[in-house]
């Protein structure tokens, strides 16, 4: 650990413990205390050079391949969802896939997306639940953006994620998905463990990069 104080906290629970985890062309710390990996906030992108990043993406929301990846979060979260339950794609990207695919499955889903689909109103109302998809490793205040999706989220709601979960420092070195330069934070599996336990919630892994977590009814 750090033998004097850093001159910035853990973006996901504001902890100043953190150490060196990795460094190559960026430095990565760990939280001592909830266990996220992060990008030092000096070595993100400014707004506009990230946004030049995602227009590269090619996601056809009508493409068969991402339909089939998406699938894996779809369609377990489909089967806890009653009939017509409502939700919210949050960080859909240019190519809404996602709710497309929900709203043909009958549910009534919308979007939001800082860039793509910038619509503050419809943070402001509860969901069902509340999907993000390979979006909450771009966050730069994942703390403010994690009690932001709870908050949208109506007792007994279900908040769906995909991301790959970070592992030890030898896998972390040579992992592709840190090369990304719009990827500034990292989620292991006991991260989502210590925030479902927490912030009262269930929590169940599915596969290798879903987490499906439950907000009870009494939340």
Request: hydrophobic share 40%; charged share 25%.
């Amino acid at each position: 650990m750090s033998s004097f104080p850093p001159a910035f906290c853990c973006p996901l629970c504001d902890f100043s413990d953190h150490a060196l985890f990795h460094q190559d062309r960026r430095r990565y710390h760990r939280c001592a205390r909830c266990g996220l990996i992060f990008v030092e906030p000096a070595q993100r992108l400014a707004a506009e050079a990230e946004k030049a990043e995602y227009d590269l993406h090619d996601n056809d929301p009508e493409d068969a391949g991402y339909r089939r990846f998406l699938s894996r979060l779809a369609a377990p979260l489909m089967a806890r969802l009653a009939p017509g339950s409502v939700g919210l794609d949050f960080g859909c990207g240019p190519g809404p896939a996602l709710a497309a695919m929900f709203n043909e499955a009958g549910f009534s889903v919308t979007t939001y997306d800082p860039y793509y689909a910038h619509y503050p109103e419809r943070l402001q109302r509860q969901y069902d639940f509340v999907t993000c998809t390979e979006a909450i490793e771009h966050f730069y205040s994942p703390g403010r953006e994690w009690r932001r999706l709870l908050a949208m989220l109506r007792p007994g709601g279900w908040l769906g994620l995909m991301t790959k979960l970070a592992r030890d420092q030898a896998a972390f070195a040579s992992w592709h998905y840190k090369q990304d330069p719009t990827h500034v934070c990292f989620f292991s599996r006991d991260t989502f463990v210590w925030l479902a336990e927490r912030d009262g919630l269930g929590i169940e892994f599915i596969g290798a990069d879903v987490i499906l977590l439950h907000k009870p009814e009494s939340l």
